[in-house]
Each structure stands twice: as structure tokens, then as C-alpha cells.
């Protein structure tokens, strides 16, 4: 047993980090998929340059998120949950989360290993993390494509879970990441 005290709901902050983020993510994706299809030339390069910045942005998001979940805490699982759902639902959580780190930090280490600069949104430039090399990029990108498809089938798991509990368990679950309840 833990002796951590569970707030009743998330924390405002974590809320809006977590619906901004799930924006963010919804687009990062589907526009992954895309961008790396389109023809080369400026429409290209100018989506690559927005991937990289929203991920960066959902990088820095992860950040202050787990900051948030430190001092304010997260509420503690449902009673309404079986064994099994509790487990998978702190399994997808954690891996999502996870995920958070990881895709950025594997789509700034292979952007660097192209040597082709993440500059955020037009603002600055991040520092490269390695050195130049073909190899490493081709295997962190293989990494990059692998993980986004796990994340786009966590997630949908995480929707599928957060409608069924909405409209057929009825139990509060997805009330408790509204910003609208206090
Ligand atoms: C949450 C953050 C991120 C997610 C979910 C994500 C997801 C994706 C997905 C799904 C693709 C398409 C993969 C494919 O179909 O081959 C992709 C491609 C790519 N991403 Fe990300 N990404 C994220 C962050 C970043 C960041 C921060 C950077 C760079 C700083 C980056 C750089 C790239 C590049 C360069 C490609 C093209 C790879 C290639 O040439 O095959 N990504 N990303």
C-alpha cells in the first residue's frame, strides 16, 4: 500500500497539459505519416519543420508534466475498476508517457544524425546530440516509425477505454481530466 495522498481529481495544470498534448500528438502522427510521402520541396520541408517543433514543444510539455504530477499528486484508480483494468490502465499510462520522451528525444537524435538543425518554430536551435551518420539515422528512424505506431495504437486503446468507461460503465473516469470539473 502506498501512503501518498490521492487528490480527488487531476491537478488544473495537469489537465491542460494533458488535453494540449493530446492535440498536439493528434497531429504530430497523422501528419508524420504524410509529410515523409509528399514529394520533396518546400511544402515538405515546411511540415518536417512544424513535426519537429510541436514534438519539441510535446517534449517540454512532458516535462512540466511530470513536474506537475510530483507536487500535486494524481488521483488514485477507481474503485470501479477490476484488477486487470487497473493494471492495464497504469501499463498504457506509464508507456505513454513514456513515449512522451522518447519519440522527441529519438526524432532529435536522428535529426541530428542527418545533420539538418531542429530549429523551434523559427525561434531557436537546438544543439546537435551526436555526430553525423547515415547508419545511426536510418536505425533511430526505423526506431521513430516502430514506437509512433505503438503510440497510435496506445492511444486508441486509451480512447477506446476513456468512451467505453463514459457511456457504458458511467463511472467518472473521463469527468476527472475535464477542465470544466473542479
Ligand atoms: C511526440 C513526438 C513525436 C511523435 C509522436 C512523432 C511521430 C512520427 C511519426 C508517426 C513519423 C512518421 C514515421 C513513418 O511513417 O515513417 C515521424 C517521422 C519523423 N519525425 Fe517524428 N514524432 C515526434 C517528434 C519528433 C521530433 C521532436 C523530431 C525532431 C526533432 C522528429 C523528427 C522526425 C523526422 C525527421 C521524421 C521523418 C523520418 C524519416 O525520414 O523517415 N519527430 N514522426
Given at each position: 500500500m502506498s501512503n501518498k495522498i490521492h487528490p480527488p481529481v487531476?491537478?488544473?495544470i495537469s489537465k491542460w497539459i494533458h488535453w494540449i498534448t493530446a492535440l498536439l500528438v493528434l497531429m504530430i502522427i497523422p501528419g508524420g505519416i504524410v509529410m515523409i510521402r509528399l514529394q520533396e520541396g518546400q511544402l515538405q520541408?515546411?511540415?518536417?519543420?512544424?513535426?519537429?517543433?510541436f514534438g519539441v514543444t510535446v517534449f517540454a510539455l512532458a516535462i512540466l508534466r511530470v513536474t506537475a504530477r510530483h507536487f500535486f499528486g494524481t488521483p488514485a484508480p477507481l474503485e470501479s475498476l477490476t484488477p486487470l483494468e487497473r493494471r492495464a490502465s497504469v501499463g498504457v499510462h506509464h508507456t505513454l508517457l513514456a513515449l512522451l520522451f522518447i519519440m522527441p528525444l529519438l526524432g532529435w537524435l536522428m535529426t541530428s544524425a542527418y545533420r539538418v538543425d531542429v530549429s523551434v518554430f523559427g525561434l531557436f536551435t537546438l544543439p546537435h546530440l551526436m555526430p553525423q551518420s547515415e547508419p545511426i539515422y536510418n536505425a533511430l528512424a526505423a526506431t521513430h516509425k516502430t514506437l509512433g505506431l505503438v503510440m497510435a495504437g496506445l492511444i486508441l486503446t486509451h480512447i477506446g477505454a476513456a468512451?467505453?468507461?463514459t457511456f457504458i460503465k458511467r463511472d467518472g473516469v473521463l469527468q476527472r481530466m475535464l477542465p470544466t470539473r473542479r
Amino acid at each position: 500500500m502506498s501512503n501518498k495522498i490521492h487528490p480527488p481529481v487531476y491537478s488544473p495544470i495537469s489537465k491542460w497539459i494533458h488535453w494540449i498534448t493530446a492535440l498536439l500528438v493528434l497531429m504530430i502522427i497523422p501528419g508524420g505519416i504524410v509529410m515523409i510521402r509528399l514529394q520533396e520541396g518546400q511544402l515538405q520541408n515546411q511540415i518536417f519543420d512544424l513535426h519537429r517543433s510541436f514534438g519539441v514543444t510535446v517534449f517540454a510539455l512532458a516535462i512540466l508534466r511530470v513536474t506537475a504530477r510530483h507536487f500535486f499528486g494524481t488521483p488514485a484508480p477507481l474503485e470501479s475498476l477490476t484488477p486487470l483494468e487497473r493494471r492495464a490502465s497504469v501499463g498504457v499510462h506509464h508507456t505513454l508517457l513514456a513515449l512522451l520522451f522518447i519519440m522527441p528525444l529519438l526524432g532529435w537524435l536522428m535529426t541530428s544524425a542527418y545533420r539538418v538543425d531542429v530549429s523551434v518554430f523559427g525561434l531557436f536551435t537546438l544543439p546537435h546530440l551526436m555526430p553525423q551518420s547515415e547508419p545511426i539515422y536510418n536505425a533511430l528512424a526505423a526506431t521513430h516509425k516502430t514506437l509512433g505506431l505503438v503510440m497510435a495504437g496506445l492511444i486508441l486503446t486509451h480512447i477506446g477505454a476513456a468512451i467505453m468507461h463514459t457511456f457504458i460503465k458511467r463511472d467518472g473516469v473521463l469527468q476527472r481530466m475535464l477542465p470544466t470539473r473542479r
